[in-house]
T-cell receptor, first 117, second 114 residues
């Protein structure tokens, strides 16, 4: 069975600090997708990134960066120079790579990030 | 191109009533997924449907919950005889193909059971 663990339930930082969110996953599949989503206080889910298991390159998008380490089954997310608007719950998720599963996601429990001005 | 549309956005029901949540997938998408988010928790998979077929309902509670995705019209998640523990946000997602990793979420329907 697949499992995603986000050990940090809540992180509080002061604006402009960097914050790293940990995500560790378990899967028997050799091919899979990993995701990060943001859920702001308004409640919708905002897609941030999708990474397939073949691609271990780290990625940077503006103030966001992701570190995928297949050897340790981790897919960590860093927000650089945090802003108040980054305050949200962030979810890491995993999906299998087989047609029978479709695009079924297994989510972690989420990490609440609070950025104080 | 409209995104995944869910309605109602907010629904209040009394214990014992029925709740119906609707999800219209993105145009051209024939795969629909329902997820439930209990308060202060992550999202949990409930059911995966293609047109007229339930593919995977491993996350659905055994009683009172059902889902359908008819040939015409939206997907429906139906909860009969609601209880307070059903209060949650229900998210729908759709994809064009299976197994692509491209999944689009609706804004969710928030059910409150009094």
């Amino acid at each position: 069975a697949q499992k995603v663990t986000q050990a940090q339930t809540e992180i509080s930082v002061v604006e402009k600090e960097d914050v790293t969110l940990d995500c560790v996953y378990e899967t028997r599949d050799t091919t899979y997708y990993l995701f990060w989503y943001k859920q702001p206080p308004s409640g919708e889910l905002v897609f941030l990134i999708r990474r397939n298991s073949f691609d271990e390159q780290n990625e940077i998008s503006g103030r966001y960066s992701w570190n995928f380490q297949k050897s340790t089954s981790s897919f960590n997310f860093t927000i650089t120079a945090s802003q108040v608007v980054d305050s949200a719950v962030y979810f890491c998720a995993l999906s299998e790579w087989n047609k029978a599963a479709g695009n079924k996601l297994t989510f972690g429990g989420g990490t609440r990030v609070l950025v104080k001005p | 191109n409209a995104g995944v549309m869910q309605n109602p956005r907010h629904l209040v029901r009394r214990r014992g009533q029925e709740a119906r949540l609707r999800c219209s997938p993105m145009k051209g998408h024939s795969h629909v997924y329902w997820y439930r988010q209990l308060p202060e928790e992550g999202l949990k998979f409930m059911v995966y449907l293609q047109k007229e077929n339930i593919i995977d309902e491993s996350g659905m509670p055994k009683e009172r919950f059902s889902a359908e995705f008819p040939k015409e019209g939206p997907s429906i998640l139906r909860i009969q005889q609601v209880v307070r523990g059903d209060s949650a946000a229900y998210f729908c997602a759709s994809s064009r193909e299976a197994n692509t990793g491209e999944l689009f979420f609706g804004e969710g329907s928030r059910l409150t059971v009094l």
